[in-house]
């Protein structure tokens, strides 16, 4: 994509993105101002600069992601925080991989970037995970949450490290549950399923950043048997 090219916001064309998306972001989400920093042709000069050598990728995807997702804010189930995408590109090492930081900001030491690839890694401290194909996956995972605290009560268990994909297929098998996954509003490291009774969300992205944080399955239902139920296939693991 040329940097030249009209890119609009995500709530006038929201392209692929589910029903459920756009309702979660025309009813929780606002557009808040952001400091774009280096674009077009002076970004272009400090790649140069830096590096020796054009990126012209770069510069169009953060074009992209600032047309089309700049300034959009809401509260994050994620990153359990007030978000704002904020996405800018700073040359500054020749020896670092160019991507685009502040893509996700937070009210927290993590955040996610962008890499070149359009990939969005979840970072802390200079340790990272790449988590999701690209932004329109995480607004997906918070709408998922949005809809599942309207669902009904919630619960959470912690999990042991190592038993997250057994888990996951036997929530799936289970016929009393009847849980099939969201593709498109899950990562490398957390997923979601959903049945007409109950919503599930299994994560161990905080497991992967070395935060000392063991995996995590979040359960929301109007049904006390469902929670029992999903107690009743932890057992197993």
Request: charged share 25%.
């Amino acid at each position: 994509m040329d940097a030249a090219t009209e890119v609009k916001y995500i709530l006038e064309s929201p392209g692929s993105l589910s029903d459920r998306a756009i309702t979660f972001l025309r009813t929780a989400s606002r557009r808040v101002p952001f400091d774009t920093g280096l674009t077009g042709n002076a970004l272009r000069s400090e790649i140069f600069r830096v590096y020796g050598r054009p990126n012209e990728k770069i510069v169009s995807l953060l074009h992209l992601l600032q047309s089309r997702y700049g300034g959009l804010s809401y509260k994050s189930g994620f990153f359990q925080s007030e978000v704002r995408f904020s996405p800018v590109c700073e040359p500054e090492d020749p020896d670092e991989e160019l991507e685009i930081l502040y893509a996700v900001d937070t009210e927290s030491p993590v955040g996610a970037s962008v890499k070149a690839t359009g990939e969005v890694e979840v970072g802390l401290d200079g340790a990272g995970v790449v988590e999701f194909p690209c932004l329109d996956f995480l607004i997906e995972c918070d709408a998922m949450f949005a809809a599942a605290e309207t669902l009904g009560t919630e619960t959470r268990r912690f999990l042991s490290v190592g038993v997250v994909s057994k888990v996951l297929q036997l929530l799936q098998a289970d016929e009393f549950l009847k849980l099939r996954p969201v593709p498109n509003a899950s990562g490398a490291h957390s997923w979601w399923l959903e049945s007409d009774s109950v919503m599930v969300f299994v994560t161990s992205v905080w497991t992967e950043l070395g935060l000392g944080i063991a995996p995590m399955l979040r359960a929301w239902s109007p049904f006390d048997a469902k929670f029992a139920r999903i107690d009743d296939v932890l057992t197993v693991c």
